[in-house]
């Protein structure tokens, strides 16, 4: 019985190495179809050196390497992109990139996708806030124009240097669980600051737009928007008054396929990458925030509010975000449990 215990623990050892092995591989097949014959997009790549494929969060390590191959990979493949053809920058693309020139680190916040924390760990690890708890900087603190520098705010060749030598940072989520979570923040929470502002600007001439019979207290206060006539507003494509960075796509807010993000990291495992970046910034005295337990996730909720939807509502938003994700490797699956043909 226990040379029997021995070599099933062997076994395991051995799988263990092999899926290891596999992953790695992989990630270098990957990196094969990715062109590198430009010289600054070499030397913007990252340096595998840093990297140890041991230790507490290896997984994590692993996971963004493979992620940034993927995105060069899936640039090249789907849009055809070639560095090249992106010579000419406008600096204005780089508006939503804050920059840290303390660590050398560009980050791309893309709203509902965890970007309040990251802009409070970003205020604790530059000294923009005297305490050493993310937690206790207000929200709209973080989110105050004059907290940060923008890369669009730097010169043309200030804005090259950085994009070449500076670790670049974005965090990734499922497009549709991203809607949804801004829908139920913005428009459906009530008695909320940020959700009255919201309601005031969108809600109100959402309803007076799509909605029939709406009553009197609905057009005044906007506070009752349906999911529905949400999604509806959102890929209504008449006019430029739909387009709010809170549900814009992640490719027009970060430009994934003009700067190559180094650092990829997804909702979906926030807490190890969100660790991985911060040991990678030299910062060890600071937790990134865990997520609040006191309240239902958004994926627990998506089949609730997309089941409400018409499937041609459903084409519209897969056309809208189509580039996110098939980029960022998302699947319709994920959220609808089918895919449209």
């Known amino acids: 019985m226990g040379k029997t215990m021995i070599k099933c623990r062997v076994w395991e050892t051995v799988l263990l190495l092999l899926n290891i092995l596999s992953l790695t591989i992989d990630a270098s097949i990957v990196g094969e179809h990715i062109s590198m014959n430009d010289d600054r997009k070499r030397s913007m790549e990252i340096d595998d050196s840093v990297y140890s494929w041991t230790g507490p969060n290896a997984l994590a390590r692993s996971a963004l390497v493979e992620r940034q191959e993927r995105l060069q990979y899936n640039c090249e493949e789907i849009l055809g992109y070639r560095e090249s053809e992106n010579e000419d920058l406008n600096p204005e693309s780089f508006r939503n990139i804050l920059v840290d020139e303390q660590h050398e680190l560009l980050y791309c916040y893309v709203p509902k996708v965890a970007c309040t924390n990251w802009k409070r760990v970003l205020m604790v690890v530059t000294g923009k806030w005297p305490g050493n708890d993310p937690m206790e900087i207000p929200a709209d603190q973080a989110h105050s124009p004059s907290t940060f520098q923008r890369l669009s705010n730097y010169t043309l060749s200030e804005i090259e240097r950085m994009l070449a030598t500076y670790d670049k940072l974005i965090v990734v989520r499922h497009p549709l669980e991203r809607l949804l979570s801004a829908y139920r923040n913005k428009l459906e929470a009530k008695h909320e600051k940020s959700s009255k502002y919201f309601q ?8 007076r737009r799509y909605r029939q019979n709406a009553t009197v207290e609905s057009l005044k206060n906007g506070d009752d928007v349906t999911f529905r006539e949400f999604v509806q507003f959102v890929t209504d494509d008449s006019s430029n008054e739909t387009r709010n960075e809170h549900w814009k796509p992640i490719y027009e807010l970060c430009h994934p396929c003009l700067v190559n ?26 937790n ?12 627990k909720k998506l089949e609730k509010y997309y089941s409400t939807l018409t499937y041609k509502q459903l084409r519209k938003l897969v056309d809208l975000y189509k580039l996110d994700l098939r980029l960022f490797d998302y699947s319709l699956e994920d959220v609808l449990g089918f895919s449209l043909a």
């Open 261 to 286: 993000y180094n650092l990829v990291s997804k909702y979906e495992s926030l807490a190890e990458d969100a660790t991985e970046v911060l040991e990678r910034m030299g910062v060890e005295s600071i």
């Open 200 to 207: 005031t600007r969108f809600g109100k001439k959402i309803i």
């Open 288 to 299: 990134f925030p865990a997520k609040p337990m006191n309240s239902e996730p958004t994926a």
